[in-house]
């Protein structure tokens, strides 16, 4: 049996999303987004009124008026289940495969006992996320990156002499501004200039994504019939 | 008042959301995606597998539901069609527009979608959701913050700053952090040094490298798959098959090659593609790679 208020059980939503979306975009980003779907479920959810996000420093502390103790929690768990739902959806590619694994693990054993205790189910929402995840992948067809880039990372692409799967650890050095990216024999593979990477990154973080102009597979994949 | 079955509400709803996901992309295609999602809930929904796609016709009698989904409880069944709903318009992206649940409740009628109320699917929920979506996806500037739209929520609009804004940024080390200032010298945003890093080499190098590198798919290389499903595998990577020449070749049961299909379903390796075909996922493919049975590019 749960023993964690609703209160305590939205807080922990609150601060599990924080965390998990904050570490795919930006901490001010993670609070916008959660803000702006809790407040446009609040239209349909009016106990949402009593979830306020710390807008105006970025912080994770949601405020939560006691009041929320009181609402049914079957129509909590709803809110609930409707407030990770959009944020998966939202975050699109961004959220990748693992959102709803790294959320659990972010919200703690409790939390999430909590939200199943109120009719979450986050094995469906895992369903729901991998087809959308997978399916983002299917027809995507041309990543997306910052407007300019495009032409010098496909150059970088082609003249890179390693992959992703050489890569054992990285180092920040604050002084020099660079990344120093090693390999798994701990050898210096590569040395990343990081305000180059920091400026791509907030540019693709606050221009809008290019929609797709054919939403037909471009390419017919190899399948089993059954 | 009337009471209608499972299977009739089942009906009506597919038959709505074909209608209007058809519209906006071709019949074929609604019914590969409908197809594809419905085979994919089936993990939660067991009974989702009584409902059949027959893909030669692609229209409206092309959806056939057994009579065995009557005896769920409706509840159940409103829960699946909720999701199924959500799906559907995430699937079409941009292309579901403002009025999709509008339009699939018309397509529906008033005794379905009454019904739907009845077994609890909010389709309040899923029109807020859906405008929502919506106005987080709308391009066109202007267009979002006039008329039925409503207030534009674009990446700027919600950070409240854009590249413009930004005067400089500081790197702390330690705690992997860069924190970003603007103009008058305010603290705009704190971001994650190795997310950010991580991203940078993974869009340099390979798509489905991120996988790779997340804690959780530590998880998924400790999966060990049998010899035939490791050949099953590697033969849908490699070619259009047909089941007869799959069991065929794996040289086993027709049931083996099912149960082999459904278990690399679970473990997320294949993915339904439309009502009757499956396809290796990324996941997979990573798998082959890691082991070593498929050679990295």
Redesign the interface.
């Known amino acids: 049996m749960n023993e964690l208020t609703n209160a305590e059980v939205f807080e922990g939503l609150i601060t599990g999303l924080y965390t998990t979306v904050?570490?795919?975009t930006?901490?001010?980003?993670a609070v916008?987004?959660i803000d702006?779907?809790v407040r446009?479920?609040e239209?349909?959810y009016d106990f949402l009124r009593f979830v306020r996000l710390n807008i105006e420093d970025?912080s994770e502390k949601a405020i939560i008026d006691t009041d929320l103790n009181s609402v049914d929690s079957s129509t909590l768990g709803?809110a609930a289940e409707?407030i990770i739902?959009?944020m998966c959806?939202?975050l699109k590619d961004r959220a990748?495969?693992?959102f709803i694994?790294?959320f659990k693990d972010n919200a703690g054993g409790a939390v999430v006992s909590g939200l199943k205790d109120i009719g979450v189910?986050l094995?469906?929402l895992k369903?729901?996320q991998?087809?959308?995840f997978?399916?983002s992948?299917?027809i995507k067809t041309k990543?997306v990156?910052a407007r300019g880039h495009k032409k010098k990372?496909q150059e970088?692409?082609n003249l890179?002499n390693?992959?992703?799967?050489n890569?054992s650890s990285?180092?920040?050095?604050?002084n020099r501004?660079i990344?120093i990216?090693y390999g798994k024999d701990g050898n210096v593979l590569d040395q990343?200039n990081?305000?180059e990477?920091?400026?791509?990154?907030?540019?693709s973080?606050?221009?809008?994504?290019q929609?797709?102009t054919d939403?037909?597979r471009e390419t017919k994949?190899?399948?089993?019939?059954? | 008042m009337s009471k209608l079955e499972n299977s009739d509400i089942l009906r009506a709803i597919f038959q709505a959301l074909y209608i209007t996901a058809g519209r906006r992309?071709?019949r074929g295609?609604a019914i590969a995606v409908l197809g594809?999602?419905t085979k994919?809930?089936e993990?939660?929904y067991n009974f989702l597998k009584e409902i059949r796609f027959h893909t030669e016709g692609s229209s409206v009698e092309a959806i056939s539901i057994g009579s065995k989904v009557n005896s769920v409880d409706p509840f159940i069944v409103g829960?699946a069609v909720e999701?199924i709903v959500?799906?559907v318009y995430?699937?079409?992206?941009?292309?579901a527009g403002f009025y999709f649940v509008k339009e699939l409740e018309s397509n529906a009628g008033e005794v379905v979608i009454s019904e739907l109320k009845d077994i609890g699917v909010?389709l309040?929920?899923l029109q807020?959701?859906q405008?929502?979506?919506y106005r987080?996806q709308s391009?066109a500037k202007g267009v979002a913050g006039k008329g039925a739209a409503g207030k534009q929520?674009?990446?700027?609009s919600?950070?409240?700053?854009?590249?413009k804004n930004?005067s400089t940024?500081?790197?702390?080390?330690e705690n992997?952090i860069?924190t970003?200032y603007g103009k008058d010298g305010k603290m705009?945003?704190?971001?994650?040094?190795?997310?950010?890093?991580k991203?940078?080499?993974?869009?340099?190098?390979?798509?489905?490298?991120?996988?790779?590198?997340?804690k959780?798919?530590e998880d998924i290389k400790k999966i060990e798959l049998t010899e035939k499903e490791v050949e099953?595998l590697k033969?849908?990577?490699?070619?259009?098959?047909?089941?007869e020449t799959?069991v065929f070749m794996l040289r086993v049961s027709e049931n083996e090659v099912k149960y082999m299909?459904q278990g690399l379903l679970t473990f997320?390796f294949?993915?339904y593609?439309s009502s009757?075909?499956?396809?290796?996922?990324?996941?997979g493919i990573e798998y082959l790679?890691k082991k070593g049975i498929v050679k990295?590019a």
């Open positions: 904050g570490r795919r930006s901490q001010s980003f916008a987004v702006a779907i446009a479920l239209s349909r970025g709803k409707a739902q959009i959806m939202d990748g495969f693992y694994n790294e189910d094995d469906m369903i729901q991998h087809y959308l997978r399916q992948k299917r990543p990156v990372l970088e692409k890179l390693y992959s992703w799967d890569v990285w180092d920040y050095d604050s501004k990344c990216i990343l990081l305000d990477i920091v400026k791509d990154y907030i540019s973080l606050t221009e809008t994504e929609p797709s939403y037909k994949e190899k399948s089993l019939k059954l | 992309t071709t295609f594809a999602i994919t809930l993990q939660r829960k999701v959500q799906v995430m699937d079409l992206k941009e292309k909010d309040e929920l807020i959701q405008h929502y979506l987080r391009r929520l674009d990446n700027v919600l950070l409240g700053y854009s590249w930004v940024w500081k790197y702390d080390a992997k860069c970003v705009l945003d704190r971001l994650d040094l190795d997310m950010i890093v991203n940078y080499i993974s869009s340099l190098t390979e798509d489905a490298a991120s996988i790779l590198k997340e959780h798919f099953l033969i849908i990577q490699k070619q259009d098959i047909d089941f799959a299909v997320g294949l993915q593609i009757n075909e499956v396809a290796i996922t990324e996941i790679k990295t």
